[in-house]
């Protein structure tokens, strides 16, 4: 059945849901007949689409104008109806009704569509309005409402454990504080070779295709964090951080790569492991025989480093390696593809921030002809590591398992559009978090930046400023100068030279009534 798909509720495509094809674009929104985001549509009519069947559509977080002069209307009830405008640009403004009686500010709300619409708006219901300044909380709500919403349903059993290989004295390095351990390791020396146990929680032995567990999974996709802690993840709390997790003391089920360090020979357990001792990245350093074995371990895997962090970057790497090649050989499952970069704007850029000319990894199915890592310098590479926090991994888990113990079915669905989609959600939301972070610390203030893209249509000009502090690039638009390499200033009163590698200051004030968080902070260079 076709689907609608919309960024901003202007340009609109149809979809083939089956085969991803494109079957009408249109970008008028009264084209769009009162259809929303994932709403299945029929295109009979000659131009847009017609309603089919609602999707289910999740909690909306935005903005309420309760301090406008205008007013929609009264509910039956005699509610005052205000207009409430998504941070979801690709929703359209919705009408709902709040009973709130300090209309002195705007107010943060959640909202569910009604499944009616006026003549002009959508209807929704107030769910809450959030406190003043819980933008961040907004910001979960935007980008992974579904893992916001309590889960409600039942849980599955325990995994039996017997016939699995019994694997004990594992240990796990970890952040402080994680309660989702997904990887843990072992050491063993058997006929005088050295090996190295690489277990990943086996998710796929408790939570089966289809259960309403794994539907709210495929949903969500991946945990969201926020500096790496308060986590709103794929799985409910109960489970990521207890029934999955391998916690200590605890006797869990994984999937476990065996390798040899000596000559890096493999194979592949249903496991049983009973976690002995947990590490973070700095209390490993006083484990003096297990720094000695990870260092020897991450030698063989090709990573000379005093560094914990690549210790276990080098384990899971290799773990993900020897994964993908056995999907790859079997055209199953899905890897993540890098494509090489930008080498006209590679060459161009300061060698410390060649990185911004890199395109970002994407998930292909692995009978895609070229689905080479070009970061990685791997000619297949998967996420098989993380299966409580990422959906793509669990699926992959569920392929090795059918592949290489025939245990459950070889064709799991992947939607891989959804996947791709989550993933660049969850960089979106970084992105927000940093701007929602800067506005709350200052309503004004100023940032340092470099200019490393400069393009221009005949009259304006697009700065691209990577921003350090920040970690992430700003785009500024502004009339072109009348000399070359010039620019006009916003006010119009004078005109400033930029050119790329040039170090600049960007002032930057709050907008706290737009709609978009990236728009909330209005910049300009200083």
């Known amino acids: 059945m076709p689907k609608l798909f919309t960024k901003n509720y202007k340009d609109f495509i149809v979809l083939d849901n089956d085969s991803g094809a494109v079957l009408r674009i249109f970008n008028d929104a009264r084209l769009a007949r009162k259809c929303l985001l994932g709403d299945e549509v029929s295109i009979d009519c000659p131009s847009g689409c017609e309603l089919v069947n609602r999707a289910d559509h999740p909690v909306i977080a935005g903005l309420i104008e309760l301090n406008s002069k205008t007013k929609y209307g009264f509910t039956s009830r005699n509610t005052p109806?205000?207009?409430?405008?998504?941070?979801?640009?690709?929703?359209?403004?919705?009408?709902?009704?709040?009973?709130?009686?300090?209309?002195?500010?705007?107010?943060?709300?959640?909202?569910?569509?009604?499944?009616?619409?006026?003549?002009?708006?959508?209807?929704?219901?107030?769910?809450?309005?959030?406190?003043?300044?819980?933008?961040?909380?907004?910001?979960?709500?935007?980008?992974?409402?579904?893992?916001?919403?309590?889960?409600?349903?039942?849980?599955?059993?325990?995994?039996?454990?017997?016939?699995?290989?019994i694997l004990e004295d594992c240990f796990n390095i970890d952040p402080v504080g994680c309660k989702d351990v997904d990887d843990v390791l072992c050491f063993k020396n058997e006929e005088g070779k050295d090996y190295v146990y690489i277990t990943i929680a086996d998710v796929s032995a408790v939570v089966k295709p289809g259960d309403p567990l794994d539907l709210r999974a495929a949903t969500i996709c991946q945990t969201f964090y926020q500096d790496g802690v308060q986590p709103k993840p794929m799985f409910p709390s109960l489970m990521s951080d207890g029934q999955l997790s391998l916690l200590k003391g605890c006797k869990k089920p994984g999937l476990t790569l065996k390798v040899c360090l000596e000559d890096l020979t493999t194979s592949w357990f249903l496991t049983a492991v009973n976690v002995s001792e947990t590490y973070d990245y700095e209390s490993i350093y006083n484990a003096t025989d297990l720094v000695c074995s990870l260092k020897k371990m991450s030698k063989a895997f090709g990573f000379l480093s005093e560094d914990s962090h690549e210790w276990i970057e080098a384990a899971m790497k290799f773990y993900n390696v020897t994964a993908a090649k056995i999907l790859k050989a079997?055209?199953?499952?899905?890897?993540?593809?890098?494509?090489?970069?930008?080498?006209?704007?590679?060459?161009?850029?300061?060698?410390?921030?060649?990185?911004?000319?890199?395109?970002?990894?994407?998930?292909?199915?692995?009978?895609?002809?070229?689905?080479?890592?070009?970061?990685?310098?791997?000619?297949?590479?998967?996420h098989a590591t993380s299966p409580i926090r990422r959906y793509a991994d669990l699926v992959n888990q569920r392929y090795l398992k059918a592949l290489l113990f025939g245990d459950g079915d070889l064709f799991p669905h992947i939607n891989f559009d959804r996947l791709n989609a989550v993933a660049k959600a969850a960089k979106q939301h970084d992105r927000d978090l940093i701007f929602v972070r800067a506005l709350k610390k200052a309503k004004t203030g100023t940032v340092c930046g470099k200019i490393v893209e400069i393009r221009g249509s005949e009259d304006l000009c697009k700065l691209s400023i990577y921003v350090e502090q920040w970690s992430l690039i700003v785009k500024l638009k502004y009339k072109k100068g009348h000399t070359e390499g010039t620019v006009i200033s916003k006010d119009e009163k004078e005109t400033v030279a930029v050119a790329i590698g040039q170090q600049v200051t960007i002032a930057y004030h709050a907008n706290m009534s737009a709609r978009a968080w990236k728009r909330r902070m209005v910049m300009k260079l200083s």
């Not at 300090?102 to 309005?129: H, I, K």
């Not at 961040?136 to 699995?164: F, I, M, Q």
């Not at 704007?345 to 070229?370: C, E, G, H």
């Open 81 to 165: 109806i205000y207009l409430f405008c998504p941070f979801n640009e690709a929703y359209p403004s919705f009408v709902v009704g709040c009973s709130e009686r300090d209309t002195t500010m705007n107010r943060l709300a959640l909202v569910r569509f009604e499944n009616v619409w006026t003549d002009t708006f959508p209807r929704g219901s107030l769910q809450r309005l959030l406190d003043v300044g819980a933008e961040e909380e907004a910001l979960y709500w935007t980008y992974s409402p579904v893992a916001c919403v309590n889960y409600k349903g039942t849980y599955p059993d325990p995994c039996p454990l017997n016939k699995r290989l």
């Open 330 to 382: 079997n055209n199953v499952g899905a890897l993540r593809s890098h494509s090489s970069p930008d080498m006209e704007r590679f060459n161009k850029l300061d060698p410390s921030l060649s990185f911004l000319a890199m395109s970002a990894a994407k998930y292909v199915p692995a009978s895609t002809s070229d689905c080479r890592h070009w970061g990685l310098n791997e000619d297949a590479y998967c």
